[in-house]
Each structure stands twice: as C-alpha cells, then as structure tokens.
C-alpha cells in the first residue's frame, strides 16, 4: 500500500470519526474506519499480525482516552457508553491510527526518541483540531493537553515497538512473534 494512500485513508477516518461525533452521527466514524480496516486487511500480506496490532492499539486507546475521561478533563458530545468511558468513535479513531503504523508512520519504527517527540506534539494538536471541530471539549485544559502531551509521548514509542513486533507488511514476521506469544514453535 502505497504512505500516500494509508495517510489519506487514515485522515478520511479522522474526520468521519470526529465530525460524526461532533454532530451526534458517532456511528459514521466507526463505519468509515472499518473500511479502512478492511482495505489494509485486504492488502496486507499477513493480516492476521496486523489484526493484532490493530486490536492492541484499540485497548491502548480505549484505557487511555477513558482514563482522561474519568479524570473530568475531556468531555464528548456523543458515542459514549458510560460518562467514565472514552466514546467507541474515538476508539475506532485509535483502530484507524494504528492502520499507519507499520505504512506511513514506520519511518518512526525503532527511533523511540524521535516517537516521543512526535506523539507528545501531534496527539495534543490533533485533540485542539478536534476540539476546533467540536468533537471534544476541555473542562481543563491545561491538564487536559498536558496529560494528551505526556500520554502521547509514552505511548507512540509503545506502539511502534509493537508495530515492529507486528509488521504485517514483512510476511512471516508477525505470525512468528504471535505463534511464539502463544507457546507455538514460532512456525505458522
């Protein structure tokens, strides 16, 4: 798949994710992205590592989105569960960044340092976007993007550790670190 047509796939979920949940439609996210998903799945030489990835990077989001929930300094107009839990757009939003990891973003791969940097800035300022948008607001915030700054600066070196552990796009890489998480022989 070409970084060009991940990047732009990726920004079309982006923006059904948050206007849908800005416009009380939270369900137009969650569609749009898994059309997404099912064209990368669909092209990815080893889906089934990539699946993982992309579930991993779902249950990151949901704990972390909903932690800043809880914490009262982010509030969502729609697609909400529980007043505790991040929306599930938002969720699925985390389901569509993770299609880039191992594509467009895997210049990132294995350069932590620089991941940092590029979570601590980019998930703060696409948070200010969306509340631009009106699909966030924050009750504080300058807790509210310092917490979005520090989060992101953890996690985006998390995620490209595990986007290098699951590569879909090098066949065998992934369904070898999977086989052996499991108790196989590493064989699949």
Same mark, same amino acid.
């Given at each position: 798949?070409?970084?060009?047509?991940?990047?732009?796939?990726?920004?079309?979920?982006?923006?059904?994710?948050?206007?849908?949940?800005?416009?009380?439609?939270?369900?137009?996210?969650?569609?749009?992205?898994?059309?997404?998903?099912?064209?990368?799945?669909?092209?990815?030489?080893?889906?089934?590592?990539?699946?993982?990835?992309?579930?991993?990077?779902?249950?990151?989001?949901? /704990?972390?989105?909903?932690?800043?929930?809880?914490?009262?300094?982010?509030?969502?107009?729609?697609?909400?569960?529980?007043?505790?839990?991040?929306?599930?757009?938002?969720?699925?939003?985390?389901?569509?960044?993770?299609?880039?990891?191992?594509?467009?973003?895997?210049?990132?791969?294995?350069?932590?340092?620089?991941?940092?940097?590029? =979570?601590?800035?980019?998930?703060?300022?696409?948070?200010?976007?969306?509340?631009?948008?009106?699909?966030?607001?924050? /009750?504080?915030?300058?807790?509210?993007?310092?917490?979005?700054?520090?989060?992101?600066?953890?996690?985006?070196?998390?995620?490209?550790?595990?986007?290098?552990?699951?590569?879909?796009?090098?066949?065998?890489? =992934?369904?070898?670190?999977?086989?052996?998480?499991?108790? =196989?022989?590493?064989?699949?």
């Amino acid at each position: 798949m070409s970084l060009l047509v991940n990047f732009l796939m990726f920004q079309m979920a982006w923006f059904a994710c948050v206007l849908g949940g800005a416009h009380q439609l939270p369900w137009v996210g969650p569609a749009m992205v898994a059309v997404v998903v099912a064209v990368h799945l669909g092209r990815v030489p080893d889906a089934r590592a990539e699946s993982a990835l992309l579930v991993i990077a779902a249950v990151i989001g949901a /704990v972390f989105d909903s932690a800043l929930v809880s914490t009262g300094w982010l509030v969502y107009p729609s697609g909400q569960m529980a007043s505790y839990l991040a929306p599930y757009w938002i969720v699925a939003m985390w389901v569509a960044f993770a299609t880039t990891l191992n594509v467009s973003l895997h210049w990132l791969k294995r350069r932590p340092v620089l991941a940092a940097v590029f =979570g601590g800035v980019g998930g703060p300022l696409a948070f200010l976007a969306g509340a631009k948008l009106g699909a966030v607001t924050f /009750v504080d915030p300058v807790s509210g993007y310092a917490a979005l700054a520090v989060g992101w600066a953890v996690l985006m070196p998390l995620l490209m550790a595990v986007a290098v552990r699951l590569d879909g796009w090098r066949p065998g890489v =992934g369904g070898r670190v999977l086989a052996s998480t499991a108790g =196989g022989s590493g064989d699949v």
